[in-house]
T-cell receptor
Framework: KNQVEQSPQSLIILEGKNCTLQ??????????LRWYKQDTGRGPVSLTI?????NTKSNGRYTATLDADTKQSSLHITASQLSDSASYIC??????????FGTGTRLTVIP | DAGVIQSPRHEVTEMGQEVTLRCKPI?????LFWYRQTMMRGLELLIY????????DSGMPEDRFSAKMPNASFSTLKIQPSEPRDSAVYFC????????????????FGPGTRLTVL
């Protein structure tokens, strides 16, 4: 069964600290993996997209990693800011826009 | 660029009424997607179009849901009749279709329509 599981469900960290969000998937075949940031009341915004051959991709303070062998991905946020408070959604594509969504991790950054 | 435009932003209606959600994709994008998001189920893909043609509507929950894309700059998602369990945020997204067939294309989401069916 094609599934995408994210952990933790929610996370609270202090401003300035680093954190890592996890995404495990069982989607096959695999085409690409995306991380989205969704602010409350807004649509998701793409952070990174990784294909099978890519094992890391950065977007500013966001760094995503992908291990296609173990079917795991992580999103690392460096030097967190209050504006990083959002839900982070992992989406795995099985090709041809066949998309499987995680339920997200709710991150709260506190001063 | 105005991004993906959705209207209305909020819709409150009574059970049994027809609801029409609207979307204008980013100019030049030829793939358009409709999603539904709830607390219980997260994001779900309902249907997507390439070059105005529906490609996969397997995510459409029931016959009460229908979507059209009469031209490259406009799409609608209609629910008729609406039910309380349809209450959710409905997102439209678009991306440029990669002619080489690559699927790793950045997708842009609209602000969503929050639908409440009483």
């Amino acid at each position: 069964k094609n599934q995408v599981e994210q952990s933790p469900q929610s996370l609270i960290i202090l401003e300035g600290k680093n954190c890592t969000l996890q995404c495990n998937y069982t989607v096959s075949p695999f085409s690409n993996l995306r991380w989205y940031k969704q602010d409350t009341g807004r649509g998701p915004v793409s952070l990174t997209i990784m294909t099978f051959s890519e094992n890391t991709k950065s977007n500013g303070r966001y760094t995503a990693t992908l291990d296609a062998d173990t079917k795991q991905s992580s999103l690392h946020i460096t030097a967190s800011q209050l504006s990083d408070s959002a839900s982070y959604i992992c989406v795995v594509s099985g090709g041809a826009n066949n998309l499987f969504f995680g339920t997200g991790t709710r991150l709260t950054v506190i001063p | 660029d105005a991004g993906v435009i959705q209207s209305p932003r909020h819709e409150v209606t009574e059970m049994g009424q027809e609801v029409t959600l609207r979307c204008k994709p980013i100019s030049g994008h030829n793939s358009l997607f409709w999603y539904r998001q709830t607390m219980m189920r997260g994001l779900e893909l309902l249907i997507y179009f390439n070059n105005n043609v529906p490609i996969d509507d397997s995510g459409m929950p029931e016959d009460r849901f229908s979507a059209k894309m009469p031209n490259a700059s406009f799409s609608t998602l209609k629910i008729q009749p609406s039910e309380p369990r349809d209450s959710a945020v409905y997102f439209c997204a678009s991306n440029a279709l990669n002619l080489k067939g690559a699927t790793a294309v950045k997708q842009f989401f609209g602000p969503g329509t929050r639908l409440t069916v009483l």
